[in-house]
């Protein structure tokens, strides 16, 4: 969990490949910017994932994709 823990920056590529098998994935209430898409390369099996309360723009394709399966 790191929710609440000060990030200021963009998610990088290597994080998802990083945690792309985790089962909760909490990074709620930081200052995390930037567009998802631009990161998010290949779709992830990340169960839940909280990314509210942050600063993201953009369509966040792979999450989309896994829903609508």
């Known amino acids: 969990m790191m929710s609440n823990i000060g990030?200021?920056?963009?998610i990088p590529t290597w994080f998802w490949e990083?945690?792309?098998q985790a089962s909760y994935l909490d990074l709620s209430h930081n200052q995390i910017h930037g567009e998802l898409?631009?990161?998010?390369?290949?779709?992830?099996?990340?169960?839940?994932?909280?990314?509210?309360?942050n600063h993201f723009h953009?369509?966040?394709?792979y999450l989309q994709?896994?829903?609508s399966t």
């Not at 990030?7 to 963009?10: A, E, G, K, S, Y």
């Not at 953009?58 to 394709?61: R, S």
């Open 18 to 20: 990083q945690f792309s």
């Open 37 to 53: 898409g631009a990161t998010l390369k290949n779709p992830i099996s990340v169960y839940n994932v909280d990314l509210s309360k």
């Open 65 to 67: 994709m896994m829903w």
């Open 58 to 61: 953009g369509k966040l394709l």
């Open 7 to 10: 990030i200021l920056d963009t």
